[in-house]
Structures are given as structure tokens and as C-alpha cells.
């Protein structure tokens, strides 16, 4: 595990912002293995260092994970020379070199894009084994059908070959504008559906992946780190112990 500096270390485990941690740090009240550190920019091993803040031991976490409402114009990627990449919607203490995008949206795709570093968990995430729903709300050129409905829902719909799993379309009063669920994410998969059926996205936004719903309180290019329970939630949709 590489060093990392306190302030970030203690960013991400909740103790405050920057400021506040660097104010603590110069009061005298962070230990890291008995040692006071007034030096908020101090580097240590946080995997193998006790750290203590105001005579309280704080838990490492070995992984993070946050949300963030992509808004269109940004690649999700997290270095990519030809785009902004999503992490730079990342304020700086959550900037980790080992961030990996839960499942791609395209650059004009908005709406809710998890980021995480563990792997195992990104892994079942995106798998099609695990079937988690990923909701999209979805803007069309031509008013959607009952057949579309029938269609997606038969799995009978094939993207080039493949075949693809079942599929929920709920039409809304306005059948230009649909939510579309889908268990598995194929390049394009949403645009290609309709493209398919002869109809064109003009605006596709993800507004929930598996058990967690994009917050209507995070503004497009806000981000927030994942609550406790929802972590939680998230491991145990595809079977893991948290
Ligand atoms: N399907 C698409 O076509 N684009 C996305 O960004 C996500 C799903």
C-alpha cells in the first residue's frame, strides 16, 4: 500500500474537511502510532499505521467508493487524453490514482455513475451473471410502442448476433419519454435497443444502478461518497460480505 498523506486519509474516513482536519492536526490532537503529527501533509502507510483522533482509534477503510450525477461532455474514464475524465468532478482530497467506473456511460449520457476501487465488487457489478438493474430515462425521436414493450421484454432482441437478456420499457404518458431497466450493459446498449427498432435516443440519463437511485438532490457534476447502508446494499445484491 502506497503513503498517502493524513489530511486525505482522514478526508476519507469522514473526520472533516480539509481545513478542519488540518486545524485538529495543529492542536496537537492526531496520533499516528503514538506520535503526535501536527503536519496535516504527513505521509504514512494508512494499512498499516493506528491512527487515533482525540484519544479516538479510527478504522481503516481498505476501500472506497462514491456517487456521482455525470453530467454529458465527460468521458468515464479516469485518464483519458481525449476528454475530460469523470474524476475531475472529484474535489482534490478524493483524488485516488486506483478509481475504477462501475459500468460506462457515454460522454452525452447523464445521471448516476458509481466509482469504486474495489475490484471484486465492480467486477459482479457489471457482469451479466449478477443481472443488476441498471434504469435509464431514456428521450426518443418517435413515440415508443407497446411492441417495443413486448419486443425487450421477450429477449428475443438481438445487438449484432448476440442476444440480449429481458428488458422492462415503461411507457409514461408522454410515449416519447420511457424508463428503460436493463440486467446486462453491451456497448451502447440502450441506443442500440432502439436503434434496433427503428427509433433514435435523443437523451439518456441512468437514474438508478441496482439498489441505488440517483439522489434528486445531486446536482449534475456533484458527487458524494456512499452511505454506509448503501455500500451494504450493494454487496449484498451481488452476494458478497461486506
Ligand atoms: N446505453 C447507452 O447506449 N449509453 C449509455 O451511456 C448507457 C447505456
Redesign the pocket.
Known amino acids: 500500500m502506497a503513503k498517502e498523506r493524513l489530511d486525505k486519509v482522514l478526508g476519507h474516513l469522514g473526520v472533516g474537511t480539509r481545513k478542519e482536519i488540518h486545524k485538529l492536526a495543529r492542536a496537537g490532537l492526531i496520533t499516528v502510532d503514538g506520535q503526535v503529527i501536527t503536519d496535516a501533509a504527513f505521509k504514512f502507510d494508512p494499512a498499516l499505521s493506528r491512527i487515533e483522533v482525540a484519544g479516538e482509534a479510527l478504522v481503516y477503510q481498505t476501500f472506497f467508493y462514491v456517487m456521482l450525477n455525470k453530467p454529458a461532455g465527460y468521458v468515464t474514464s479516469t485518464r483519458d487524453p481525449h476528454g475530460i475524465p469523470i474524476t475531475a468532478l472529484l474535489s482534490e482530497e478524493w483524488q485516488r490514482s486506483d478509481w475504477m467506473p462501475v459500468g460506462?456511460?457515454?460522454k452525452d449520457?447523464e445521471g448516476l455513475l458509481l466509482l469504486t476501487t474495489d475490484g471484486e465488487l465492480l467486477h459482479r457489478l457489471t457482469h451479466p451473471r449478477w443481472k443488476v438493474a441498471?434504469r435509464?430515462y431514456v428521450e426518443l425521436a418517435a413515440p415508443a410502442t407497446p411492441e417495443d414493450v413486448a419486443v425487450f421484454a421477450s429477449g428475443t432482441l438481438e445487438l449484432e448476433g448476440e442476444p440480449l437478456q429481458p428488458a422492462e420499457l415503461f411507457i409514461g404518458p408522454d410515449p416519447h419519454k420511457v424508463e428503460l431497466v436493463i440486467r446486462e450493459?453491451k456497448f451502447?446498449?440502450?441506443?442500440?435497443m432502439f436503434a434496433a427498432r427503428g427509433n433514435q435516443?435523443t437523451y439518456?440519463k441512468?437514474v438508478a444502478f441496482g439498489p441505488l437511485k440517483l439522489p434528486p438532490n445531486l446536482e449534475p457534476g456533484a458527487f458524494r461518497p456512499l452511505h454506509p447502508e448503501e455500500i451494504a446494499a450493494l454487496y449484498g445484491v451481488v452476494g458478497m460480505q461486506l
Open positions: 460506462r456511460l457515454d449520457t441498471k435509464y450493459g451502447h446498449q440502450v441506443k442500440r435516443v439518456l441512468r
